[in-house]
């Protein structure tokens, strides 16, 4: 594990910026499309001949899987509906929740995606509250990620228990765009889903994509910058959704096993891997676990990089 110190530079408000700072002369212009979706502003980029109509198609696609992930429509919707039955759901979501009982299972339940009933709780949905130790107590009988049954392509969660698929939604769509993308012939992509970013190809001129990452203690800052391609860039934040009352802040990164803000002692995780579902996941679950157990998990996973910012503003990268 290696320490260095932060070194904050001041920038235009995005959350994670892509910069171009190839050396050379870009060979085509990009196209480009910014939407409101999944709950926030995505930028979709492309280079190529086909980049126009292959971004208009993955905008479409882009809202198709936002209903099908919703808490309330689609399949995940039906299954959260029909709790207590097996529900049919299309084959990619069946593959998606496989994949995430196994993230549940590798991070020990950091990650996990029955804690619908706690994210009702604290209404990050809907309204936010501070809710009793006796309603998280009884939200608690509903959560457990070893609960969910998976079988012939249908899926039964237990009666009064839902399945919130925000950790990892993103993550798969960016993955799932960049696979339409490729169909169209596209090359060089570099899409922007709120705190994912994720990269097709390398830049048209050949250099990589950077991507900065944001400061989470100055909206108006970045910490770091790193150069990928086909990979994605992660972060999970206490700083990107939250509340306060009288003087606490509470954000939306629930730690299962208490059904409160996880208190890891970081305040943000950057994940930087091939996977771009896993980073999705791999990042709210290390903010749960903090610094020393993610640490330890990366140990034997060299492929996956990560950048972790604790509360004192220390930053430990890790791989
Ligand atoms: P992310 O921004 O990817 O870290 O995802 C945070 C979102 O995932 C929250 O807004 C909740 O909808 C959901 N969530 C919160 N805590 C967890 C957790 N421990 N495991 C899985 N999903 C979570
Ligand atoms: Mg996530």
């Not at 910069?19 to 280079?47: H, K, N, W």
């Not at 208009?56 to 689609?74: C, E, F, I, M, R």
């Not at 299962?256 to 994940?271: F, I, Q």
Request: aromatic letters at 8%; hydrophobic letters at 40%.
């Amino acid at each position: 594990m290696k320490m260095i110190r932060k070194t904050a530079v001041c920038l235009a408000a995005f959350l994670l910026l892509t910069l171009g700072l190839g050396g050379c002369q870009i060979s085509q212009e990009p196209e480009t499309r910014t939407v409101f979706a999944m709950d926030t502003v995505i930028t979709l980029t492309a280079y190529g001949e086909n980049a126009g109509k292959a971004l208009d198609a993955a905008v479409q696609k882009l809202n198709d899987y936002d209903l099908l992930l919703d808490v309330d429509s689609g399949d995940i919707g039906a299954v959260n509906e029909n709790a207590g039955e097996f529900v049919g759901v299309s084959e990619e979501v069946y593959k998606l929740l496989s994949d995430c009982v196994e993230f549940s299972r590798q991070t020990d339940g950091a990650f996990d995606l029955t804690v619908g009933r706690y994210i009702n709780l604290w209404g990050f949905r809907s309204q936010t509250r501070v809710p009793s130790d006796e309603e998280i107590a009884e939200a608690a009988e509903f959560v457990g990620w070893e609960q969910i049954e998976l079988a012939d392509g249908k899926v039964k969660i237990p009666e009064g228990m839902q399945l919130d698929l925000g950790a990892v939604a993103k993550g798969f769509v960016a993955g799932k765009l960049k696979e339409l993308l490729t169909e169209y012939g596209i090359e060089s992509a570099i899409l922007s889903l709120g705190g994912n970013v994720t990269t097709l190809g390398e830049k048209p001129d050949g250099s990589q994509f950077v991507v900065a990452i944001r400061d989470p203690n100055d909206p108006d800052a970045y910490l770091d910058t790193v150069n990928v391609s086909d990979t994605a860039v992660v972060t999970s934040g206490s700083y990107m959704r939250y509340f306060d009352v009288d003087g606490v802040r509470y954000h939306h990164i629930i730690d299962p096993e208490t059904g409160k803000p996880a208190d890891s002692g970081l305040v943000s995780v950057t994940v930087i891997c091939t996977d771009d579902t896993a980073a999705d996941a791999y990042a709210t679950a290390f903010f749960v676990m903090g610094a020393e157990k993610t640490s330890e998990f990366l140990k034997d996973r060299p492929e996956i990089n990560v950048i972790m910012v604790e509360t004192n503003g220390e930053i430990i990268r890790v791989n």
